[in-house]
């Protein structure tokens, strides 16, 4: 156990609907990150939040966006959904820029 | 941009040792991680390379060179359990101190009997 959590773990949809993805990251942690990785991809990285501000941005859809909360928790927001959007979404989260530890992830399934 | 590259798939008896080759082409270098991932389930930590040498941990070694843009990661005493998916995974600085980490698409490691 990590000590990332993320909610739901899986999520079935229609394409054009729109979907909200939680995560908590480990306690102290100020970074939290979010990655897709698809079946026939690697991990692709997203968009990286440092205590509730923006820190980087990844190969992230303009229908895709996200923000991190004062309690540090983050919500990835995923709209006009296509079939293509069906992948694990990873949380993670680090203390001061150091390794990684990732949650459980989302399945997402579009229809 | 970056480029990772890894081998797609190795093969490998119980008890014996594997290395996983990585090279990696970066501006802005600033470490990089081996993590393990069973399918399904989540990538977890297992080494960090910032300098050159070599990091233990148990059964598991990593490498890195920072000249050659090379890495290895050495598994030992291989365990059925070891079968999975090893990613290496480049840190470099994008835009002042944040930092990126991009994920090679990760070397699939089968132990047989």
């Known amino acids: 156990d990590s000590g990332v959590t993320q909610t739901p773990k899986h999520l079935i949809t229609a394409t054009g609907q729109r979907v909200t993805l939680r995560c908590s990251p480990r306690?102290?942690?100020?970074?939290v990150y979010w990655y897709q990785q698809s079946l026939d991809q690697g991990l692709q990285f997203l968009i990286q939040?440092?205590?509730?501000?923006?820190?980087a941005k990844g190969n992230i859809l303009e229908r895709f966006s996200a923000q991190q909360f004062p309690d540090l928790h983050s919500e990835l927001n995923l709209s006009s959904l296509e079939l293509g959007d069906s992948a694990l979404y990873f949380c993670?989260?680090?203390?001061?820029?150091?390794?990684?530890?990732f949650g459980p992830g989302t399945r997402l399934t579009v229809t | 941009g970056q480029n990772i590259d890894q081998p797609t798939e190795m093969t490998a008896t119980e008890g014996a040792i594997v290395q996983i080759n990585c090279t990696y082409q970066?501006?802005?270098?600033?470490?990089l991680f081996w993590y393990q991932q069973h399918a399904g389930e989540a990538p977890t930590f297992l080494s960090y390379?910032?300098?050159?040498g070599l990091e233990e941990k148990g059964r598991f070694s990593s490498f890195l060179s920072r000249s050659k843009g090379y890495s290895y990661l050495l598994l030992k005493e291989l365990q059925m359990k070891d079968s999975a998916s090893y990613l290496c995974a480049v840190r470099a600085l994008v835009e002042g101190t944040a930092s990126k980490l991009t994920f090679g698409t990760g070397t699939r490691l089968q132990v047989t009997l």
């Open positions: 939040y440092y205590n509730g501000e923006e820190r």
């Open positions: 390379n910032v300098l050159d």
């Open positions: 306690s102290g942690d100020l970074s």
């Open positions: 993670a989260s680090s203390h001061q820029g150091q390794e990684q530890y």
């Open positions: 970066t501006s802005g270098f600033n470490g």
